[in-house]
Structures are given as structure tokens and as C-alpha cells.
């Protein structure tokens, strides 16, 4: 089992950029396929990105794709989320999760954080 824990999320202006950490703690993160999915108030969870295991396969969200950036350091046991020209409408809730395998399926993680809250303003 491993424990995962969110940090970097803040308020910033529309433009401007924020990396996101995803800590793991437990079982070592490189045994995991990790995913960044977000949730604003009133809607849906939404898939953002998702790395497998050693980071060669990665996965975007039309919406952020070519915009943020998923990487990992295995030897820090930490995925990292690179939002670059963020907008008012990635205000949200950022969580990481894990699953053995990556998937563009936020149901399909077995283990999540707790959440770091991003707010762009206008």
C-alpha cells in the first residue's frame, strides 16, 4: 500500500504557472502508475494526466495537453504535475492517485490524496 500526499497547489493569476508534488510514502512510488485528476465545485472529477511506472508512457487531457507537463523522480518517490499558462477554468482541486497500471479513468485508481485546492484568477 502507499500513501500519497499532494502539495504546491496555491492562488495565482491567469498566466502564470505552478508545480504540483505528489509525495509518496509506504510502498515505493515506482512500483506505481500515478494520475493527476482535478475536481471544481458542482462538477465532475475530471482526468488531468497520468505516468506509468517508469515514465515512459504519459497521457493528457485534451484540455491541458500541451500545456502541463507530468513527470517523475522515482529516486524522491514524488510525481511531479508542471501547469504552465494556467486559466481560470483549471481552478480546482488537484488530487494524485495510484494504480499498477496508468489509465485515463480516474474510477480506476486504488490509492489517492488527499488534494491540493489551485485557484487562477481573471
Known amino acids: 500500500q502507499v500513501q500519497l500526499v499532494e502539495s504546491g497547489g496555491g492562488l495565482v493569476q491567469a498566466g502564470d504557472s505552478l508545480r504540483l508534488s505528489c509525495a509518496a510514502s509506504?510502498?515505493?512510488?515506482?512500483?506505481?502508475?500515478v494520475g493527476w485528476s482535478r475536481q471544481a465545485p458542482g462538477k465532475e472529477r475530471e482526468f488531468v494526466a497520468t505516468?506509468?511506472?517508469?515514465?515512459?508512457?504519459?497521457g493528457y487531457a485534451d484540455s491541458v495537453k500541451g500545456r502541463f507537463t507530468i513527470s517523475r523522480d522515482n529516486a524522491k518517490n514524488t510525481v511531479y504535475l508542471q501547469m504552465n499558462s494556467l486559466k481560470p477554468e483549471d481552478s480546482a482541486v488537484y488530487s494524485c492517485?495510484?494504480?499498477?497500471?496508468?489509465?485515463?479513468?480516474?474510477?480506476?485508481?486504488?490509492?489517492w490524496g488527499q488534494g491540493t485546492q489551485v485557484t487562477v484568477s481573471s
Open positions: 492517485a495510484a494504480r499498477a497500471y496508468a489509465s485515463v479513468r480516474v474510477g480506476d485508481y486504488d490509492y
Open positions: 509506504g510502498r515505493t512510488v515506482s512500483s506505481y502508475a
Open positions: 505516468i506509468n511506472w517508469s515514465g515512459s508512457t504519459k
